[in-house]
């Protein structure tokens, strides 16, 4: 898989899995759920224990209705909460 990030990754999957797909993956755009190992210190993720968990349809286009009823949503979790200060706290008090 190339990816924008990583660069080509190889992720396991069983065979069944790749059998079961009705249309080819080659040359497509789709996101993926794998789990692997990752240092917490640093970071970085051991890109040779990554395991297929799922793959996810990809569609890039733009839904603007999609995006006021998520929004509209999310207003009525966050009312009362003050953006900022939570955002200063989640950074642990730096300032970006």
Excluded: C, H
């Amino acid at each position: 898989m190339d990816t924008e990030d990583f660069g080509y990754l190889a992720i396991e999957t069983g065979q069944d899995f790749l059998m079961e797909q009705e249309e080819n993956l080659l040359y497509k755009k789709f996101g993926v759920r794998a789990k692997g190992k990752q240092n917490l210190e640093i970071g970085e993720i051991d890109t040779k224990t990554l395991k297929l968990v799922e793959l996810v349809n990809y569609s890039p286009k733009y839904d603007s209705d999609y995006l006021t009823n998520l929004i509209n949503k999310a207003k009525k979790s966050w009312k009362g909460v003050d953006t900022n200060e939570w955002l200063i706290n989640i950074r642990g008090g730096y300032e970006a």
